[in-house]
């Protein structure tokens, strides 16, 4: 008993380690990055994309299920986006409450004449529409699919430009992100298939109109913690990972693909948890498999702000989600690990995942239970496991520092110094209990998914200018 | 893995504590970079705020020379301030105000002061200069400027094409060419792009040899460029390039003919509108578009009946716009390619015009006979229906009235 105790405290140690060292070179490798893609920054000229004749036309495609309360703002935001020649797609995923009913008040929808062939296999669609006011504003209108690939794989089919971008109903659009996040597209046109932007969290900002006129962070713990939580994984994990071309996700919230390699991908699976996570596995999968020279890129100065869970429970929902997304992702793709054929992904990207995302939960768990018994059994000394704890609570706490300096140093959203000061305290709080509640909403997650429980459970909103006004968060 | 469980087992204690003195000096460090870039920053945009506020007050006086140059010379904000005013201004004035300004700059020693900081100056402050130099735009910048491309750092590399880009000046661009073309200039990102579309736009004669000497992914950055300024200036050699091997090099031209003479243009675009690549028949056939002659039509019926989906939609726009859209249905209607007639009334419904078509049609105005009015008509009828039965919808499915 005690070799195998001192066996697995050795394991989680060096795991632990591994998992920290990673985290410092992706913020090194994010810190560099972002240094050279703001010194390229100036030199854009967005109105010279905006009146090149050869910017491609984009679809926005807006999944909805029962987005009653956010939708028109919503959409009237995709609608102010800057950029030449859009289309937006508003699927109505089979809602029960009043969205179609407020699309067709405020955008006085009318039956259209259009093609829709269903290249993609989808739940029944009932009707197309076309907006009388705007007529780039086209509202499919289709039964329930169950999942939200099925609404986008609709809005797919009726999408009409080489280029599809899917943004969440709950999410808003920057006025320039379009022709931001073009610009690395434009650039290799013939490899670039597909380019994510940077989300951030819309709660806690002033919005007037369907704008926001000024971004401040809210008061609600549970909020912060996640404006945290983005801030990391954006600015540091995927500014990081798509240096080296090892995107494996790009949000379902804002994320721009080539139409063509989506439809010869097979669209979006139906019967997917983590779509977004799930396309972009299949896309390096198909795109390696054909031998084909590609690249999907990171862009961070195009925004997306979107409305975070406010509370506990629904905030848990969504991360239990988010892992069983992902075992749903990387199980299929298992084949894929180690194999010359899918190079850095298969070597390094998705061994990644399956570490130190996967695992992470079971395996902290573990490591947490065999150092307690060993400490219990005399076999571990109480300094060591203080200055351990007081180790891994100072680097994470460094990282998520780390993660506030390159938002200060790069895109500075945040202008209150009085914002930036909670932010800091909070990469101190994160650790306890946040960090713990988090692992258990993950293990839950991998729980309800071992049982079969994929059930779509909807996160309680309030909508856009509700979530966005500082008032809701008292 | 023994020897690093070994390793763990001996020397864990004494790293995890190496550990902790790292991460305590790491969120120093980075807590004290961020504080501290708030507070420079800060001071930088008071300092700057206030230099400015003096020289916009005293802005006439000072580039009349009424207040003396050596006031304001050694101080270094007022100096700053009114190079900034000075350049911003210039971005936004005519020639003979930019002329103006530039000879203010030249006269107080300013220009001459930017240009020794681009040589004196380091890091990111020679960075700074080169662009600042470039938005002069002074001919006399090129050089400095040019010289530049050959430093060894990246960034000041990337700076120097910045500042070429702002001078917009010919010489600027061939002097980047050179390079490009010899192999010696390659940036990431559209910022060389950019810069020669730049300097090429108001003569893009400028990019054709170099077009013909370069290869590989030179050729096809060049030919992106030429795609943007490719004007009807480049006379018969715009046609020569439409049979070039690079489809993007034949988008290209499409595009700039679009801005020709019709009898000029037509036998090229006519060509480029069969071409194997899909967006280059988009271009030929949008360009083709834009004249709204009734020459170009069996181009377009040819386009609307393409296997691409977004040729047909871009041919189906311009035949929307033909001068005469009932006798265009007619023709669309005569290719008995159903997707063509879709496409034709999507693009009639996304414009607005299909109930228009369908009342002209209704009201029988005499330019076509009654009975061709008619079976138009049901075609129409027939084809939107098919669009609804391809959807599987009801042809005359209202909006539910609550839902």
């Known amino acids: 008993m005690p070799g195998i105790l001192q066996i697995a405290n050795n394991t989680f140690f060096l795991y632990y380690l591994l998992s920290n060292l990673s985290y410092l070179a992706l913020l090194i490798v994010a810190l560099l990055s972002s240094r050279v893609h703001h010194q390229h920054l100036a030199s854009l000229r967005l109105e010279r994309i905006k009146a090149s004749p050869l910017t491609p036309p984009i679809t926005l495609v807006a999944p909805a299920h029962n987005e009653e309360a956010s939708i028109v703002p919503s959409v009237r935001s995709l609608l102010r986006v800057d950029y030449p020649e859009l289309e937006v797609v508003v699927v109505n995923d089979g809602s029960k409450d009043r969205t179609l009913a407020r699309l067709r008040e405020e955008f006085d929808l009318q039956p259209a004449r259009m093609l829709y062939i269903s290249e993609l296999v989808t739940a029944p669609v009932r009707a197309v529409y076309r907006s009388a006011m705007d007529t780039r504003l086209i509202v499919v209108d289709k039964e329930a699919g169950g999942s939200k690939a099925d609404a986008v794989n609709a809005g797919l089919n009726a999408a009409t430009s080489p280029y599809m971008c899917v943004v969440d109903s709950d999410s808003m659009l920057e006025s320039d992100a379009l022709l931001r996040i073009m610009v690395k597209i434009l650039e290799d046109p013939k490899h670039v298939v597909a380019a994510g932007g940077i989300v951030r969290v819309l709660n806690g900002c002033e919005m007037v109109n369907g704008r926001i006129r000024q971004v401040r962070l809210p008061r609600n713990p549970i909020v912060i913690f996640q404006v945290i939580e983005y801030l990391r994984a954006f600015l540091i994990g995927r500014e990081g990972w798509a240096r080296g071309n090892m995107l494996t996700i790009i949000s379902g919230a804002f994320g721009v693909f080539r139409r063509d390699v989506v439809m010869s991908a097979g669209g979006y699976r139906a019967s997917s948890i983590g779509e977004d996570f799930d396309l972009v596995a299949r896309i390096h999968r198909r795109m390696l498999d054909e031998k084909r020279e590609y690249r999907i890129v990171f862009v961070p100065d195009p925004v997306c702000w979107t409305e975070v869970p406010p509370t506990a429970k629904s905030l848990g929902r969504q991360r239990a989600r988010w892992q069983k997304g992902l075992v749903d992702v990387l199980w299929p793709n298992r084949d894929m690990l180690f194999r010359r054929r899918y190079g850095r992904i298969g070597t390094i990207a998705l061994p990644y995942l399956w570490v130190f995302e996967l695992c992470a939960p079971i395996l902290e768990v573990l490591g947490i239970a065999t150092i307690i018994l060993a400490a219990a059994l005399g076999m571990l000394s109480r300094g060591f496991f203080l200055e351990f704890v007081i180790y891994g609570y100072l680097f994470a706490a460094m990282i998520s520092v780390g993660a506030v300096l390159q938002e200060e140093i790069t895109y500075r959203r945040y202008n209150d110094w009085r914002d930036v000061a909670w932010l800091m305290l909070y990469c101190f709080l994160e650790q306890f209990p946040y960090r713990q509640m988090h692992l258990f909403w993950r293990l839950q997650g991998m729980w309800q998914y071992a049982r079969g429980d994929v059930v779509w459970r909807p996160m309680e909103r309030v909508g856009l200018e509700a979530a966005a006004s500082p008032r809701t968060e008292q | ?403």
């Not at chain 2, 936004?92 to 020794?116: V, W």
């Not at chain 2, 194997?276 to 709204?292: H, I």
């Not at chain 2, 006979?369 to 049901?378: D, T, V, Y």
């Open chain 2, 1 to 403: 893995m023994n020897s690093v469980y070994h390793w763990i087992n001996a020397s864990a204690a004494a790293f995890v504590v190496r550990a902790i003195i790292f991460s305590l000096a790491g969120i120093a460090v980075l807590i004290a970079a961020i504080l501290a870039r708030r507070k420079i920053r800060r001071r930088y945009f008071d300092r700057l705020a206030d230099a400015e506020f003096y020289v916009r007050q005293h802005w006439d006086e000072i580039v009349a020379g009424e207040i003396p140059r050596d006031e304001w010379r050694e101080v270094h904000g007022d100096a700053e301030a009114i190079i900034t005013q000075s350049l911003d201004r210039m971005e936004s004035a005519d020639a003979k105000e930019g002329d103006k300004l530039l000879d203010f700059l030249r006269r107080t020693g300013l220009l001459d002061r930017i240009l020794t900081e681009t040589r004196h100056l380091r890091g990111w402050k020679r960075e700074a200069a080169l662009v600042r130099l470039g938005r002069t735009r002074a001919p006399e910048a090129v050089a400095s400027l040019v010289a530049a491309l050959d430093d060894p750092s990246p960034e000041t590399r990337l700076a120097a094409v910045r500042g070429l880009a702002r001078t917009g000046l010919r010489s600027a661009g061939e002097a980047m060419l050179d390079r490009v073309v010899a192999g010696d200039l390659a940036l990431p990102g559209t910022s060389l792009m950019n810069a020669l579309i730049t300097c090429t736009r108001a003569n893009p004669r400028v990019l054709l040899p170099y077009l013909h000497l370069a290869r590989g992914p030179v050729r096809e950055l060049l030919a992106r460029v030429m795609a943007e300024v490719a004007s009807v200036a480049l006379g018969d050699d715009l046609l020569l390039l439409a049979s070039d091997v690079l489809p993007e090099v034949r988008a290209s031209v499409a595009r700039a003919l679009g801005h020709a003479e019709f009898g000029f243009a037509f036998p090229a675009l006519a060509q480029l509108a069969t071409d194997a690549e899909w967006y280059v028949r988009l271009r030929a056939l949008t360009s083709l578009g834009q004249f709204r002659e009734t020459r170009a039509l069996p181009v377009l019926l040819r386009g609307v009946c393409d296997a691409n989906r977004h040729v047909r939609q871009r041919a189906a726009e311009a035949l929307a716009r033909a001068p005469d859209p009932i006798g265009v249905l007619s023709d669309v209607l005569k290719t008995t390619d159903a997707y063509a007639l879709q496409a034709m009334i999507a693009e009639l419904d996304r414009t607005g015009d299909f109930d228009r078509m369908v009342e002209a049609l209704e009201s029988d105005t005499g330019r076509i006979a009654r009975a061709e009015g008619q079976q138009l008509l049901r075609a129409l009828e027939a084809g939107a229906e098919g669009l609804n039965t391809m959807m599987r919808l009801p042809g005359t499915r209202k909006i539910p009235d609550s839902v």
